[in-house]
Structure formats: C-alpha cells, structure tokens
T-cell receptor
C-alpha cells in the first residue's frame, strides 16, 4: 500500500533551537518527495522538492535529506524562529494513470519564545 | 502575478443545505485540485480537474461534485451538507497534466451547523 508517514505528530521547541522532522514513505515507483509548510488556516506552501538523485538540499534555514534506499526523508530546521510555527507536510506522487499525490498527515511544530 | 484565489473566505450553512465554493487558478494554469482539511487533520484529496475534465476523484460520496469552466476556474459543490463536512477546503492549481507543483489558495472555511 502506498503510504507516507510522518513523525513526530507534534513537536514543541524553544526559539533558536534546531529540530528534525521525519518522513517515511512506501510509494513505489519513486520519482520525488516534496516538503510543504502550512500555517494555521492557510494553504500549504512548497519548501523544497527532492528527486531520486538528490541526497541533501537546503532552502535557507531548512535542509531536507533523502535516503531512497531506506525510503526516508528528513527536514532539519536550524536556529528556529517563531514564524517557523506551522505544520510541515511530506508529499510523494504515486505514478499511476491519475498521478495521485500521497500526502502525509504532517508534523505540527510549535516554537516557544 | 496573482496567486490562487478562493471565495468565499468563510461560509456558514445548516445541515441539509448546499454549499458552493469557487476557485480561480493562477493565470496559465489549467489544472485545479480540491482538498478537504478537517480541523487538526491532514489534507484529503477530493477532485482534480484539467482542461475542463474531471481527471481523478478521492474517496468522497457523490454529493461532493464540481466542475471546471472554460477559463479554468472551478467550482466545488457539496449537497445535503452534514456536520462532518465542516472543514477548510483548499484549492490548488498547477500548470497542467501530471505536474506535481501545486500552488494553493487561502482556503474556504465551511461551517455546517
């Protein structure tokens, strides 16, 4: 079954600290994996996309990693800011005839001052 | 460049009524996706329209329907509203076809009383 699972479900850290969010997927065949950030009550915004050949990609204080062998990805946030409080969602496309996206349930991150 | 727009921002209905939600994609985008997000939960795929045709449908009852107009804007209709239909309804647009680069609108918050 094609699934995307994220952990932890929620995370609370102090401002300025680092954190790592995890995404495990069973979608096959694999083409890419995308991380979205969703502020409360708003639509998701794409942070980064990882293709099969990419191991690490950075976008400012966000660094995504991908291990296609173990089917795991992580999103590392450095020097967290209050504005990082949001849900972070991992998405993997399932390449059937309808090209369905498999969405993870997300990790809710709360940054405390 | 204008982003994806949705209307209304908020919608309050009573059980049994019908709701109509609207979405205007980014100029040049031909695909429109609809998602339901209940409070505190992940995105659930509803419908995908491309070039005026319904391309894929999620696991929702037939009372969830929609259409895409010649200008690529879209409408989501929910008939016989139930209390559990209360959610944030998100629309996303993409360039077209099988691209997975979706750009989301701000959503419509539907409350069913």
């Amino acid at each position: 079954k094609n699934q995307v699972e994220q952990s932890p479900q929620s995370l609370i850290i102090l401002e300025g600290k680092n954190c790592t969010l995890q995404c495990n997927y069973t979608v096959s065949p694999f083409s890419n994996l995308r991380w979205y950030k969703q502020d409360t009550g708003r639509g998701p915004v794409s942070l980064t996309i990882m293709t099969f050949s990419e191991n690490t990609k950075s976008n400012g204080r966000y660094t995504a990693t991908l291990d296609a062998d173990t089917k795991q990805s992580s999103l590392h946030i450095t020097a967290s800011q209050l504005s990082d409080s949001a849900s972070y969602i991992c998405v993997v496309p399932f390449l059937d005839s309808n090209y369905q996206l498999i969405w993870g349930a997300g990790t809710k991150l709360i940054i405390k001052p | 460049e204008a982003g994806v727009t949705q209307s209304p921002t908020h919608l309050i209905k009573t059980r049994g009524q019908q709701a109509t939600l609207r979405c205007s994609p980014i100029s040049g985008h031909t695909s429109v996706y609809w998602y339901q997000q209940a409070l505190g939960l992940g995105l659930q795929f509803l419908l995908w329209y491309d070039e005026g045709e319904e391309r894929n449908r999620g696991n929702f009852p037939p009372r969830f329907s929609g259409r895409q107009f010649p200008n690529y804007s879209s409408e989501l209709n929910v008939n016989a509203l139930e209390l559990e239909d209360s959610a944030l309804y998100l629309c996303a647009s993409a360039v077209g076809g099988r691209t997975d680069t979706q750009y989301f609108g701000p959503g419509t918050r539907l409350t069913v009383l």
